[in-house]
T-cell receptor, first 111, second 112 residues
């Protein structure tokens, strides 16, 4: 299948620091999505990317759809304690119902 | 904000019981999905539906079954629960022509 490799697996940062995480694949995807999941809850959509090279922001979050269509990046600027959670990337091919998820990046923010 | 609901949120049952996990959405989405997720791990698709009377199996083999009699409902049933079924079950939906999936809050199932 189309494996998504998400890194880093976990991050421990100080409040106020910037965060970067990425997702790579050996396959091309037409859509990249980034979700955040709090403990005991379902994933919540943060950013959706539909075009190679696209750079999209949502508040302090910025995500990019890689030019090769095989990767995506998520950056969080000036982290705050409520950023704590697990961030998942997801990729989907065009007209395909099989969305693949990365294994997640667990973010811990120390005040 | 997505309007997709799951009940129960938490369930602890004994081995051999039959259970149904409910999922409903009020967005009129044609596509619905069930994922299984172990704590802190990636999501695995176990069932999906294109619309009413459509059900398909996902990439992860599952002993559960689903039905789609109404657009807004996509219940998942386990005929005889086992400890290996202990997991979190997440329901999601999307528009037919869109890739973005919206998730419910999940049902955390524990089978003793």
């Amino acid at each position: 299948g189309q494996q998504l490799n998400q890194s880093p697996q976990s991050m421990f940062i100080q409040e106020g620091e910037d965060v970067s995480m990425n997702c790579t694949s050996s396959s091309i995807f037409n859509t990249w999505l980034w979700y955040k999941q709090d403990p005991g809850e379902g994933p919540v959509l943060l950013i959706a990317l539909y075009k190679a090279g696209e750079l999209t922001s949502n508040g302090r979050l910025t995500a990019q759809f890689g030019i090769t269509r095989k990767d995506s990046f998520l950056n969080i600027s000036a982290s705050i304690p409520s950023d704590v959670g697990i961030y998942f990337c997801a990729g989907q091919k065009y007209n395909n119902n099989d969305m693949r998820f990365g294994a997640g990046t667990r973010l811990t923010v120390k005040p | 904000e997505a309007d997709i609901y799951q009940t129960p949120r938490y369930l602890v049952i004994g081995t051999g019981k039959k259970i149904t996990l409910e999922c409903s959405q009020t967005m009129g989405h044609d596509k619905m999905y069930w994922y299984q997720q172990d704590p802190g791990m990636e999501l695995h698709l176990i069932h999906y539906s294109y619309g009413v009377n459509s059900t398909e199996k996902g990439d992860l083999s599952s002993e559960s079954t689903v039905s789609r009699i109404r657009t807004e409902h996509f219940p998942l049933t386990l005929e005889s629960a086992r400890p290996s079924h202990t997991s979190q079950y997440l329901c999601a939906s999307s528009e037919y022509s869109a890739d973005t999936q919206y998730f419910g809050p999940g049902t955390r199932l524990t089978v003793l």
